[in-house]
């Protein structure tokens, strides 16, 4: 359902199906490129886009990648690192295997690579994920090209409590690492 909230309350706009998804795990929507992404776990493990019009027509969805290419098992979060107004990336975490897939931020939204969060100085490496996001804010020395955020679905390191938890990475090592 896609609703608009104005001062009187909500009111629907649209209802759409993503293409008969049996569970829609993620979405994010980029404003300067009016597409909106959704990931579906379950059955197809699918990342979707949807370029919005005037009309909402949600008929033609993008099959962006799944499981027959770069997902291994669930899409799970999709996030926008925004390098430009319109240029930057699409980012899906695939919980098959515990990476990060990369692709262009507008069409034909090219697979550029993946890339894993691994151990490192007593901090366990990132598995499970399901939610993520990014910021192209620069926060400084640690994290100039911006906040790479994710939800580690096991903390399982030197430290004693076994719950899931946050990591966050610096965006310039995700580029540097892919070449981008």
């Known amino acids: 359902q896609m609703w608009n909230y104005g001062p009187f309350g909500m009111t629907l706009l649209t209802t759409f199906n993503n293409g008969n998804a049996t569970q829609s795990e993620g979405c994010v929507y980029d404003d300067e490129n009016r597409t909106l992404f959704i990931s579906e776990e379950q059955d197809r493990g699918i990342l979707r886009a949807y370029k919005i019009n005037n009309e909402l027509d949600f008929s033609n969805p993008i099959i962006i990648d799944n499981r027959s290419g770069n997902i291994d098992g669930d899409p799970e979060g999709v996030t926008v690192y925004k390098s430009s107004e319109k240029d930057g990336y699409v980012i899906v975490s695939s919980q098959g295997d515990s990476s990060f897939n990369i692709y262009n931020r507008q069409e034909p939204y090219n697979y550029l690579g993946s890339f894993k969060v691994g151990s490192n ?49 610096s965006f310039a090592d995700v580029l540097e690492k892919l070449d981008l």
């Not at 990132?126 to 993520?132: A, K, S």
């Not at 804010?137 to 096991?154: A, E, I, R, S």
């Open 121 to 169: 100085k007593g901090i366990d490496n990132v598995n499970d994920t399901d939610g993520i996001d990014v910021i192209n804010f620069n926060f400084g020395n640690k994290y100039p090209m911006g906040l790479f955020v994710l939800q580690d679905g096991t903390n399982d390191g030197k430290n004693k409590v076994k719950r899931q938890n946050f990591k966050y990475v």
